[in-house]
C-alpha cells in the first residue's frame, strides 16, 4: 500500500511539473482571460447580492504608454529590470520593518506578483509562497521582462472590478492606456495597493502624496529597454 502511495505521489508531482510548465509556454504567447481573483471576485459580487463588475480587455504592450510601465516599476518594483525575478534586499527591507512594527509595501516584485495572480490563489501560507517562487523562476526564464509586464499590466486589479491598463485608463480617464500622462499613470500605480478602496481621480491627500513620489521616482527609471 505504501509503495502505491509513493507511486501515485511522484505521478501527481510529474502531471503537476508537466502542466505548470505547459501552461507558462502557452502563456506567453496567447493573451490571458481571466485570473483566480478575477473569478473570486465576481463571487465575491454574487454572495453579497451585488451586480458582478467585470471590466477586462487585453491589449498588447505597445498600446500602453511607457509612463504607466515606468509608474509601476517606480511603485512596484524599481529593480524590475535588474533582478531575476527576486529582490532579496527588498525583502529584507521589509521583514526587517515589519518586526519593528512599521508599515511598508511588501517585498514581492512584479514577477512575483504576476506569478501569484495568473497561476495562484490569494491568501498567506507557505505553501503558495513555495509555488510562487517557483512559476517565478519559469516566468522569468520562459516569458522574460517584456511578456511579464505585459501580463501584469492586463491582468492586475486597478480598480472595483477593473482589471488591466485599458480599462482602467477608460474608468479613471475616458482615454486610451496609450495616452496616459505621467500624473494620470502615478494616479493608477498609486491606488495598486487596495485599488478598490483608493481612487486614482478625486483622490485622497494620501494618494495625491503618493502620485507625487511616484513621478519623482519615475525620472531615475530611465529609458525601459526590455
Known sequence: ?????????????????????LSVIIFKWIPIPFTPLM????????LDNQEAIYSHDWIPLEE??????????????????KHNGFDF????????????????????????QTAKNIFLWQGRSYLRKGL????????????????IMEVYLNSIEMGNGVYGA????RYWY????INLTKREAAGIAAILPNPRKYKATNSSSYIERRKDRIIRTMRHVGKIEY
Open 1 to 21: 500500500m505504501i509503495r502505491n502511495i509513493v507511486r501515485w505521489f511522484k505521478k501527481i508531482i510529474l502531471w503537476f511539473f508537466g502542466l505548470s510548465i
Open 39 to 46: 473569478v473570486v471576485r465576481i463571487i465575491e459580487f454574487k
Open 64 to 81: 500602453i504608454s511607457p509612463n504607466l510601465q515606468k509608474a509601476v516599476i517606480a511603485s512596484e518594483d524599481g529593480n524590475f529590470l
Open 89 to 112: 534586499e527588498a525583502m529584507q527591507k521589509a521583514f526587517k520593518n515589519n518586526q519593528k512594527g512599521k508599515r511598508i509595501k511588501g517585498g514581492s516584485t512584479i514577477s512575483q
Open 132 to 147: 510562487e517562487a517557483y512559476f517565478t523562476v519559469l516566468i522569468e526564464l520562459i516569458w522574460g521582462k517584456e511578456r
Open 166 to 169: 485599458k480599462e482602467a485608463a
Open 174 to 177: 475616458r482615454k486610451d492606456a
